[in-house]
């Protein structure tokens, strides 16, 4: 059974966004409003630890990609091989977005030192976006490792067949979730660049 996988641009939403939040943080450091060096340091950081997920997500995007072929042609074996292998990196992938959450709670914490109320408002909004993505996106990785030991369990039993709706079910909830994450991504980076924008020059 062949499965079509909604493409991972979720993770490519976070990096992109996070990694423009790093280029507005180097030029913020010598605007005349005052952004606290630890929401900048918190930007960077997270910038780091999205471009580790998105590695993640693009040999995730690859390793599905392949093992859904596998599972077509019969090759079980090669399946669970791949299979196994991908709970492992989903397992990291998982550790890495909490680490970001915990970037973005920094970033929270130091919201209040900023010395203009709209672009405290603004740098809110957007990071209590940006946290409600990530927790989405650890939803999101929960389901994955779910269809990935569906899919073990599929590869090692004596009816494989039967495990092929609980594949579809799950895959439909993960699409599902990668246009909520998706949205969720577009609204944060729009945020960011208001807060930019509002940045005296």
Do not use: C
């Not at 599902?176 to 930019?196: C, G, T, V």
């Amino acid at each position: 059974m062949r499965l079509m996988f909604r493409k991972w641009f979720v993770f490519g939403g976070i990096s992109a966004a996070l990694i423009a939040a790093v280029v507005a943080s180097v030029y913020l450091v010598n605007r005349p409003a005052k952004i606290p060096q630890d929401f900048l340091d918190a930007r960077s950081r997270g910038a780091q630890i999205a471009q580790e997920i998105n590695s993640f997500a693009d040999s995730a995007s690859a390793s599905l990609d392949e093992i859904s072929k596998k599972d077509s042609e019969g090759d079980y074996t090669q399946a669970l091989d791949l299979t196994l292998i991908e709970i492992k990196r989903a397992r990291e992938a998982k550790d890495k977005s909490i680490e970001l959450l915990g970037e973005l709670q920094k970033m929270t914490a130091a919201i209040t030192d900023i010395d203009s109320e709209e672009l405290q408002q603004t740098a809110m909004q957007a990071v209590s976006t940006e946290v409600s993505l990530v927790g989405k996106l650890i939803e999101y990785n929960d389901d994955l490792n779910q269809l990935l030991d569906n899919m073990r369990l599929k590869f090692v039993s004596y009816s494989p067949t039967d495990y092929n709706k609980d594949t579809e079910t799950i895959t439909r909830r993960i699409n599902e979730k990668a246009l909520q994450i998706n949205e969720m991504s577009r609204k944060y980076h729009a945020l960011m660049r208001e807060f930019d924008d509002k940045s005296p020059k």
